[in-house]
């Protein structure tokens, strides 16, 4: 499975973007989907997951409240909806898949397909 993460871009502390994470294959919704980010400097984090079908979720706590995942499987895509966006969320922006059912462990998708991110720049 090959993974198309775009959508990032530059935006003013408090403002909105939408990334998506598009799937070659129809076998998508086989996958959990997680979303990670990388900054300069420091560690990736995961930021959020979302089951197979989408009815459940996990967010880090630096995003609960601001950010929302969600998923098309009749579209092969993924999506982060990122709100009220701090300075601190500038970096790059990841989605990947596991074929566990541990949407939450960021571990799981160790071994899983990852795309090749997108940035996130956020102006204060």
């Known amino acids: 499975v090959q993974l198309q993460a775009s959508g990032g871009g530059l935006v003013q502390a408090g403002g909105s973007l939408r990334l998506s994470c598009a799937a070659s294959?129809?076998?998508?919704?086989?996958?959990?989907v997680g979303w990670f980010r990388q900054a300069p400097g420091k560690e990736r984090e995961f930021v959020a997951g979302?089951?197979?079908?989408?009815?459940?979720?996990y967010y880090a706590d630096t995003v609960k409240g601001r950010f929302t995942i969600s998923r098309d499987n009749a579209k092969n895509t993924a999506y982060l909806q990122m709100n009220s966006l701090k300075p601190e969320d500038t970096a790059v922006y990841l989605c990947?898949?596991?074929?566990?059912?541990?949407?939450?462990?960021?571990?799981?998708?160790?071994?899983?397909?990852w795309g090749q991110g997108t940035q996130v720049t956020v102006s204060s």
């Open positions: 990947a898949t596991t074929h566990t059912e541990l949407y939450y462990s960021s571990a799981s998708y160790e071994n899983g397909y």
């Open positions: 294959e129809r076998t998508f919704s086989s996958y959990a």
């Open positions: 979302i089951s197979r079908g989408g009815g459940v979720r």
